[in-house]
């Protein structure tokens, strides 16, 4: 069956850089893309950016000079990485399989990420 | 960047009700919406994809509808587990932008 897990440092500081790992099971990353989703107080729920079946990436311009998605298909693993964090860049990140491109069919349990010293 | 508008941001209905719920986008979005369903503490899940598409294992009560600027999710007789807040969310074009949420209460 289908399963994304997503595992994260928990507290970050305040400039420092996030890591996210998305671990899937069930599926071949060569033929979906992977999106990542993140839920903040301030702004709900946020498209980050994705990762296409081919390898290439989109980012949301709100993030672009800040965000790399990146994976490794022998590992079945997607990576986030975020740096110069902000404190309103608490919340949970989501990574969740997109079928078709676009229609979020899975997603994973979500990681909670703290932003503070 | 296409704005997602969903009203009313809560709705309380009774067991049994029709619930209609709106969302209107800031320009065409030639049906590429779906919506999804968050219950507390979990992820969203996906309810109806490309406007009116009931997804897998979800029940026939939930239907949606729309076109143009204007979308709605409608539950036919609400149900206890259906509590929870739904999203809706476009991939006409870039960004990706999701709506704000309505959340569904029981009264």
């Known amino acids: 069956q289908v399963q994304l897990k997503e595992t994260g440092p928990g507290l970050v500081q305040p400039t420092q850089t996030l890591s996210i790992t998305c671990t899937v099971s069930g599926f071949s990353l060569t033929s979906y893309y992977m999106q990542w989703v993140r839920q903040t107080p301030g702004k709900g729920l946020e498209w980050m950016g994705f990762?296409?079946?081919?390898?290439?990436?989109e980012y949301n311009s709100e993030f672009k000079s800040r965000l790399s998605i990146s994976r490794d298909t022998s590992k079945n693993q997607v990576f986030l990485k975020m740096n110069s964090l902000k404190t309103e860049d608490t919340g949970v990140y989501y990574c969740?399989?997109?079928?078709?491109?676009?229609?979020?069919?899975?997603w994973g349990q979500g990681v909670m990420v703290t932003v503070s010293s | 960047d296409i704005q997602m508008t969903q009203s009313p941001s809560v709705l309380s209905a009774s067991v049994g009700d029709r619930v209609t719920l709106s969302c209107k986008a800031s320009?065409?979005?030639?049906?590429?919406l779906d919506w999804y369903q968050q219950k507390l503490g979990e992820a969203p899940k996906l309810l109806i994809y490309?406007?009116?598409n009931l997804q897998t294992g979800i029940p026939s009560r939930f239907s949606g509808s729309g076109s143009g600027t204007d979308y709605t999710l409608t539950i036919s007789s609400l149900q206890p587990e259906d509590v929870a807040t739904y999203f809706c969310?476009?991939?006409?074009?870039?960004?990706?932008?999701f709506g704000s949420g309505t959340k569904l209460e029981i009264k």
């Open positions: 490309f406007t009116n």
């Open positions: 990762i296409r079946s081919g390898g290439s990436t």
């Open positions: 320009q065409n979005i030639n049906k590429n």
């Open positions: 969310f476009q991939y006409n074009s870039g960004p990706l932008t």
């Open positions: 969740a399989r997109a079928d078709d491109g676009y229609t979020l069919d899975y």
